[in-house]
């Protein structure tokens, strides 16, 4: 059974950085693509950031330059980190990963930017 678990989440200010972790049991993270999401009240869930198995990676056009994602395979987590906040980032992030036609999502961890 696939399980994911988020951490790092918080209260920065505006222009502050936060790093996210999302660690993995069940699979092998490296083996699969994994993205972060977000959703905040009143939106759509909204594609952060995917590293791909080849280690390929895409960004949202909102978080380029500001948000890296990136994968410690000895560890079986993936990061990202997070710098240059906005009140506009404040969100619920979640990991996923897809394994064959099964999504699993994390638990979710909340990253409020505010002053």
Known sequence: QVQLVESGGGLVQPGGSLRLSCAASGIIFR???????????????????????????????SVKGRFTISRDNAK???YLQMKSLKPEDTAVYYCNVVVGTKTSWGQGTQVTVSS
């Open 31 to 61: 083996m699969y693509a994994t993205g972060w999401y977000r959703q905040s009240p009143g939106k759509q869930h909204e594609l952060v950031a995917v590293i791909t198995s080849g280690g390929s990676i895409i960004y949202a056009d």
């Open 76 to 78: 079986n987590t993936v």
